[in-house]
C-alpha cells in the first residue's frame, strides 16, 4: 500500500520559516517525480513545486519568488519543501504528490499517482 505522509505544518508568524515533509512507503521512491501543491479555503488547488526523479530538476509556481526550497532524500524516501519569509496569503494545506516518469523532469503533471492528506500550514499576520 503506498502512503504519502506530508508533515511539519503548524502556525507561525509572518516572515517566519517551516520545513514540511513528505514520507513515501510502499513504492520505488526513485521512480517517482515530486511535486507539492496547496489549497487555501475557497480557493483552487495552487502548484507549489516540484522535484525530479533524482533531485536534480526543480520547478516553482509563480508566487515562491525565492522563498522556498525543495530537496529530496532518495535513501530516506522523503521529500521537503523549506518555506521562508512566509506570507499571510502562504496560509494552506500543503500536501506532496506522486508520479512515476521515466526521465528527469521537474514540472507540474496534469495527474499524479498518489497523494498524500496534507499538512496544515497558517501564517499569522
Known amino acids: 500500500q503506498v502512503q504519502l505522509v506530508a508533515t511539519g505544518g503548524g502556525l507561525v508568524q509572518a516572515g517566519g520559516s517551516l520545513r514540511l515533509s513528505c514520507a513515501a512507503s510502499?513504492?520505488?521512491?526513485?521512480?517517482?517525480?515530486i511535486a507539492w501543491f496547496r489549497q487555501a479555503p475557497g480557493k483552487e488547488r495552487e502548484f507549489v513545486a516540484a522535484?525530479?526523479?533524482?533531485?536534480?530538476?526543480?520547478a516553482y509556481g509563480d508566487f515562491v519568488k525565492g522563498r522556498f526550497t525543495t530537496s529530496r532524500d532518495n535513501a530516506k524516501n522523503t521529500v521537503y519543501l523549506q518555506m521562508n519569509s512566509l506570507k499571510f496569503g502562504d496560509t494552506a494545506v500543503y500536501s506532496c504528490?506522486?508520479?512515476?516518469?521515466?526521465?528527469?523532469?521537474?514540472?507540474?503533471?496534469?495527474?499524479?499517482?498518489?497523494w498524500g492528506q496534507g499538512t496544515q500550514v497558517t501564517v499569522s499576520s
Open positions: 504528490a506522486a508520479k512515476f516518469v521515466v526521465g528527469s523532469y521537474a514540472t507540474q503533471y496534469s495527474n499524479y499517482d498518489y
Open positions: 510502499g513504492l520505488t521512491f526513485s521512480n517517482y517525480a
Open positions: 522535484i525530479s526523479r533524482s533531485g536534480g530538476q526543480v
